[in-house]
């Protein structure tokens, strides 16, 4: 988050900051950073999650190995940057050999999972998302690396086309864990699996993975593949409208639910995040059209989608994961600090809100410069969006803020030796204590 | 799955050979490219509309002139740190600049939109 705040001013001001780490090595920290904290915290549920579904007595050793790679890797990576070593690929910006132990340790993710998920032609739905998240990951990291290939390395057009081939589908994999995450957690709330067992559960599951798999091509619309990739990543980009008609539909049911449980902090964040689907799935939708692609793509309008699903969607999603975790674990809900949790989360939302609308104007106003008035440099485009970016990275403090305020207490309470006693009278979970085991 | 596999091949293959215009990427360029990439350019940088916004995109950056690709390469900005590259550093990035060049173009110039939401590229905007 900090690195993000420093990115957004070094932006800004490239050449006033104190800060003298130079943006192309500070922006590739921060989104590793926050990729590291979207896939350890996913992994890190699940690890967490699994015995308590499986059939087997499971054991820690794997995921101790795992931990201790990408503790590794994860400390290895930053010293690289600040050496100004990179393989220079987005998103996977460090040196090319640091991806081995990243993916042994997701190789041992996957046969530590298969090996302890209660996995049968019925299982609920959150593991069948686990699994292919395990199972593409290593596909879509592979894949990510045939660049070390001439044969793909010496095509541009090759070579960007396979890149973001890969990239939808890591994104889709991380999003397979993290939704299958937030699937499971509702059911443990709701008390049985009822709601991961539904056909239309499997039926949006078959929709998320068929966009995982195909619609990769609306990244790349602009670049000179085949035209029959786009058209493809086109109509599979739009049967996320079902997933928008779905969330509309479901929107009554929706309410009912929060009435009941919104005390209930773990729901409160995954309910934020079901905002941020829907806000986010819209924009999503808007620039998969080729027709609006075409001027927004290449400006912040991207960027708005990206940070507002990672920090909208998968970040409250994994926080409420966390809580989830900490409130069976110390069965407290943060002690005194519960009020700073709070406040937290809506100062993070609608700080959130602000960042999200400001980057869509900058992008907007950069596209129609781009298009209408070709000729204009751009260092005179940056300075016609400096000031939506400007509020952009104010409400980035902010919401670094509100993050403060939920994760330190929950740090805290991971750290409590013993349950504290709760600060709020009558705020008790509604979960069942069988969990969704009792409806088996 | 079999589909994914057969979607796959077809896009490593087909769905990218030639498309690039089939201008082939020289030794000089090639170099270009990892030294592209070692320098972590697209942290800044768009090829195609993808990477960083620091900076412009560069897909076409060398139809300013190769001279102030080389020269913006050597001496920075304000806003574009001095990389101390070699003359022949430089020499490859641009060559491979040239390359990209003649791929296509980002943003797009000449283009219409169909009632389909879908972009038509029309034929002057191709490679050279």
């Known amino acids: ?440 | 799955m079999c589909a994914y596999l057969g979607f796959t091949i077809w896009v490593y293959t087909i769905g990218t050979e030639g498309h690039d215009g089939n201008h082939t990427l020289s030794a000089s360029a090639s170099r270009g490219k990892l030294v592209f990439q070692r320098n972590n350019c697209q942290a800044c940088h768009q090829v195609y509309g993808l990477g960083g916004f620091m900076g412009p995109d560069l897909t076409n950056s060398i139809e300013k002139s190769e001279a102030y690709v080389k020269a913006m390469i050597e001496y920075g900005s304000d806003r574009m740190p001095k990389f101390d590259l070699s003359a022949q550093e430089i020499s490859d990035v641009t060559e491979y600049l040239s390359y990209v060049n003649q791929t296509g173009h980002s943003p797009l110039k000449n283009f219409r939109l169909t009632p389909y939401g879908t972009v038509k590229v029309l034929r002057s905007d191709t490679a050279n």
């Open chain 1, 1 to 440: 988050m900090l690195l993000g705040v420093i990115s957004a001013f070094q932006f800004l001001y490239p050449d006033k900051l104190l800060v003298r780490i130079p943006f192309q090595q500070i922006r590739p920290m921060h989104v590793t950073l926050v990729i590291s904290w979207i896939l350890v915290a996913a992994a890190g549920g699940i690890y967490y999650y699994l015995p308590g579904i499986s059939s087997r007595r499971v054991s820690g050793m794997l995921p101790s190995v795992h931990f201790a790679l990408f503790l590794l890797t994860g400390l290895m990576i930053p010293v690289a940057y600040l050496l100004g070593k990179f393989s220079g690929r987005e998103y996977l910006e460090f040196p090319a050999l640091l991806i081995a132990p990243i993916f042994l340790g997701w190789i041992l993710f996957a046969i530590h999972f298969f090996r302890n998920a209660p996995l049968h032609g019925n299982m609920p739905v959150y593991l069948w998302q686990w699994m292919t998240g395990a199972i593409f990951i290593l596909i879509t990291l592979t894949e990510a690396y045939l660049w070390l290939i001439p044969f793909f390395r010496d095509n541009v057009v090759r070579d960007i086309t396979v890149q973001w081939k890969s990239y939808g589908a890591i994104i889709g994999s991380w999003n397979m864990f993290v939704y299958g995450t937030a699937m499971f957690i509702m059911c443990r709330i709701s008390g049985n699996d009822k709601v991961a067992r539904t056909p239309m559960a499997y039926f949006l599951y078959f929709v998320g993975l068929t966009n995982l798999m195909f619609n990769w091509g609306h990244h790349t619309y602009i670049v000179p593949a085949a035209e029959w990739i786009k058209h493809i990543a086109y109509i599979v980009s739009m049967t996320e409208l079902v997933i928008l008609g779905w969330i509309i539909w479901n929107w009554k049911g929706t309410l009912t639910t929060a009435q009941k449980t919104l005390h209930f902090m773990p729901y409160r964040l995954l309910l934020a995040s079901e905002i941020w689907i829907f806000l986010n799935l819209i924009l999503a939708l808007l620039i998969s059209i080729p027709a609006l692609n075409v001027y927004t793509h290449g400006t912040h309008v991207t960027v708005a989608h990206a940070m507002g699903a990672t920090i909208g969607i998968n970040t409250m999603i994994l926080l409420g994961s966390v809580a989830f975790i900490l409130f069976e674990k110390q069965s407290n809900r943060f002690g005194r600090s519960a009020r700073s949790v709070n406040a937290g989360v809506i100062l993070s939302n609608l700080s959130l809100a602000v960042f999200w609308i400001c980057l869509i104007v900058a992008g907007v106003r950069k596209g129609i410069i781009t298009y209408r008035s070709p000729e204009v440099p751009y260092r005179a485009i940056l300075d016609h969006i400096a000031p939506p970016l400007f509020i952009f990275s104010v409400a980035g403090v902010v919401m670094f803020v509100g993050f403060t305020l939920v994760v330190v207490p929950m740090l805290r309470t991971f750290m409590l030796k013993e349950p504290a006693p709760s600060a709020l009278p009558g705020d008790e979970p509604v979960l069942d204590p069988a969990g969704p085991q009792a409806a088996q």
